[in-house]
C-alpha cells in the first residue's frame, strides 16, 4: 500500500497527453484524476510516470547476500505534484515546474547490525530530476530507477555518503493487482483510493557498496508502484504494511490503515499472490495482524510494535515476522523530519500445519509523528 494518498497542492493545470490505463476518467476539485474502477493496467505502459494523479511512487525493497553477510535495502522514488514554484511573472524560466521528487535509499547490515540511509529532493527542472511518461525511467541527481533496453529488467542506482547500490533485478511473476476493479481503496468517498500493483518477487543482482567494500550479491526484491489523488479523513493516523516473501513460493501483502483511535480501517486489505501469480483479495476480515512486542526509538521517542503473528485463516496460514534489526527508523529531512519505520524481517511458521519460512519487509508510520503522506 505504502502511503496513502493525498492532494499535494491546488490549482495546477494538468499538463496535456495521453492518460494511461483504461476506465472512467473523472478530477477532483484540485484537477486531478481521481482512482476509480473499473481500471484496466497496460504495461509496459503504466510502469511509467502519471502527471494526471497527484502523487505516485515506485518502492522497491529487497534482502541480499553475498556468502554469510545479508542486507536488507530500501530505495523509493517519490513524485509529488505541486503547483508552479516560480510566479506568473516567472512562466518561462526554466526553473518552473509541476512537480517534486523525493528519494529515499537505506541499508540494513544485519551482519554488522548496523542501519544506514540517506536521502534526496529536488523540483522536476532543468533535467535535476524527473519521471519519464512514455517509458519507466525516474530519476534525482545520479539516483535512478528504471527498465532497460530489453524492457523487462530493472535496473537501480543510488549512492549516499558511505553506501550504495547498483542492482539488476528480472521479475519472476506478472505484476499482482491490488484491490478490486484495479482499485486499493483506503477509505470511504470517491476518489479516496489508488491505482497499486506490485512486482512481488525479482531475481536480484548487482553490486553493493558499504563503507570501503565493493560487494558482489544475489538475493531477492520487491517493487511497489502506486499513484492516484485522493484524501484520508483527518481521522487516521498511520499504517502498518506488510509484504512477505515465502519460501514455498507465495507472497503476501497486507496493509492496516490506523484511526484515530487505534482501531482499524475497515477498507484495510491485503492480497495473497500463489505460486502461479495469481492473486486472492483480502478483507480485513479474513487476516489478522497482532503485534508482539514493541520498541521505542532513541532519536524521536516513537513507541512502535516490534513483531507481528499473521494469520489468514482461511488458508491455513500463521506467521512469526521477526525484525532482523529493531532500529530500521527513517528520519526524512527532506520531509520536515517526518520519521518512519522500514525494514527487513524474517518469517518463521506453519502453512496448513507444514512449516514454511521466508523473508519480509514491514513498514510503520504515524508512530513518530505525523505520517509522510
Not at 243 to 269: C, K, T
Not at 285 to 314: C, K
Amino acid at each position: 500500500m505504502r502511503a496513502p494518498l493525498v492532494i499535494a497542492a491546488a490549482g495546477l493545470l494538468l499538463a496535456a497527453g495521453a492518460l494511461a490505463g483504461s476506465g472512467p476518467v473523472r478530477h477532483g476539485p484540485d484537477g486531478f484524476r481521481l482512482a476509480l474502477a473499473p481500471y484496466t493496467y497496460e504495461f509496459p505502459r503504466d510502469n511509467a510516470a502519471h502527471p494526471e494523479y497527484a502523487v505516485e511512487w515506485w518502492y522497491y525493497t529487497g534482502h541480499l547476500e553475498r556468502g554469510p553477510r545479508r542486507f536488507g535495502y530500501e530505495l523509493t522514488f517519490f513524485r509529488v505534484a505541486v503547483a508552479a514554484l516560480d510566479g506568473p511573472g516567472d512562466a518561462r524560466s526554466a526553473w518552473r515546474t509541476r512537480d517534486v521528487v523525493f528519494a529515499h535509499l537505506a541499508l540494513t547490515d544485519e551482519s554488522a547490525r548496523r542501519f544506514r540511509h540517506g536521502e534526496r529532493v529536488s523540483r522536476a527542472a532543468l533535467g535535476m530530476a524527473g519521471a519519464d511518461t512514455a517509458r519507466y525511467r525516474v530519476w534525482l541527481g545520479d539516483w535512478s530507477a528504471g527498465l532497460a533496453p530489453d524492457g523487462r529488467t530493472h535496473r537501480l542506482d543510488a549512492a549516499a555518503e558511505d553506501f550504495g547500490l547498483a542492482l539488476e533485478l528480472t521479475p519472476e511473476k506478472p505484476p499482482a493487482i491490488h484491490g478490486e476493479g484495479g482499485v486499493s481503496r483506503k477509505s470511504a468517498g470517491e476518489g479516496n483510493a489508488s491505482h497499486y500493483y506490485s512486482l512481488t518477487r525479482l531475481a536480484t543482482r548487482g553490486r553493493l557498496m558499504v563503507g570501503g567494500d565493493t560487494l558482489a550479491v544475489t538475493g531477492s526484491s520487491w517493487m511497489d508502484h502506486e499513484y492516484g489523488s485522493g484524501r484520508l479523513a483527518g481521522t487516521h493516523a498511520g499504517w502498518d504494511w506488510w509484504s512477505v516473501q515465502l519460501d514455498d513460493g507465495r507472497e503476501l501483502m497486507l496493509y492496516r490503515l490506523r484511526l484515530a483511535d487505534g482501531s482499524p480501517e475497515p477498507l484495510s486489505a491485503g492480497t495473497l499472490i500463489g505460486r502461479d501469480g495469481r492473486t486472492r483479495h483480502l478483507r480485513l476480515a479474513e487476516f489478522e495482524a497482532v503485534a508482539t512486542g514493541s520498541w521505542r526509538s532513541p532519536g524521536t521517542g516513537g513507541r512502535y510494535p516490534s513483531g507481528w503473528r499473521l494469520r489468514v485463516p482461511d488458508e491455513g496460514l500463521d506467521l512469526a515476522l521477526t525484525p532482523t534489526l529493531v532500529d530500521q527508523e527513517l528520519v526524512a529531512r527532506t520531509m520536515g523530519g517526518i520519521a518512519y519505520w522500514e525494514g527487513s524481517c524474517t518469517v518463521r511458521g506453519t502453512s496448513r500445519g507444514a512449516r514454511v519460512g521466508g523473508r519480509a519487509y514491514v513498514e510503520l508510520t504515524g508512530y513518530a509523528g505525523p505520517p509522510p503522506f
